[in-house]
């Protein structure tokens, strides 16, 4: 059964941190680009960070370089997103996926005071 599970999520405050987690089962890992994305609500889903096969390549969008650092683990089929300074703007469903095929369901990111 194919599966990526995301985790980490919660609410924080302002400032906090956050690091999310997702686990890659039922599918080949370490052959394909990752990423994370994320869905406020009313929005569209948009592109957070992607890591390259290797983790030698990395792109953040805009609104988060400098405070979000994506990783991975091949071995484990794995891929993190740490969050810090975290504001009430990153509030949003965040989502892996590998490639240009697979999702996670999703975790939900909650900043508020």
């Known amino acids: 059964q194919v599966r990526l599970v995301e985790s980490g999520g919660g609410l924080v405050q302002p400032g906090g941190s956050l690091r999310l987690s997702c686990a890659a089962s039922?599918?080949?890992?370490?052959?394909?680009?990752m990423g994370w994305y994320r869905q406020a609500p009313g929005k569209q889903r948009e592109l957070v960070a992607t890591?390259?096969?290797?983790?030698?390549?990395?792109n953040y969008a805009d609104f988060v370089k400098g405070r979000f650092t994506i990783s991975r683990d091949n071995a484990k089929k794995m891929v993190y997103l740490q969050m810090n300074s975290l504001k009430p703007e990153d509030t949003a469903v965040y989502y892996c996926?590998?490639?240009?095929?697979?999702w996670g369901q999703g975790a939900q990111v909650t900043v508020s005071s």
């Open positions: 890591i390259s096969t290797s983790g030698l390549n990395i």
């Open positions: 039922g599918i080949s890992f370490s052959g394909y680009t």
């Open positions: 996926r590998r490639g240009n095929t697979y």
